[in-house]
């Protein structure tokens, strides 16, 4: 059975940081492309950024470009998102994803190309 698992959020300050992490169960990282989303209340599911485990390749939504960095360690089957200089607009709650194609970075943003889905962590910047 498949799981993905976040965990990571909570409440910070703007400018703040948190790391946020994937991990999975049931299926092996390292051949999958994992996403992450983010959906704040009222909004429709946004993407924010993916990464093919099997070679690295990253991409952004311009919105956290230069803010948010994914990496993952094919070791621990898990996926990070570390997210820097926090603003109050990345209030969501956060859902990693995964699917075990080869696809186009500009895909990693879209969820119709995921299969499986963890449950969120939330997300509160906040003074």
């Known amino acids: 059975q498949v799981q993905l698992v976040e965990s990571g959020g909570g409440l910070v300050r703007p400018g703040g940081s948190l790391r946020l992490s994937c991990a999975a169960s049931g299926l092996s990282l390292d051949n999958h492309v994992i996403g992450w989303f983010r959906q704040a209340p009222g909004k429709e599911r946004e993407g924010v950024s993916g990464i093919d485990s099997s070679d690295g390749t990253t991409y952004y939504a311009d919105s956290v470009k230069g803010r948010f960095t994914i990496s993952r360690d094919n070791a621990k089957n898990t996926v990070y998102l570390q997210m820097n200089s926090l603003k109050p607009e990345d209030t969501a709650v956060y859902y990693c994803?995964?699917?075990?194609?080869?696809?186009?970075?500009?895909?990693?943003?879209?969820?119709?190309?995921?299969?499986?889905w963890g449950q969120g962590t939330q997300v509160t910047v906040s003074s």
């Open positions: 994803a995964a699917v075990m194609l080869r696809i186009a970075p500009t895909r990693y943003l879209m969820s119709q190309s995921f299969d499986y």
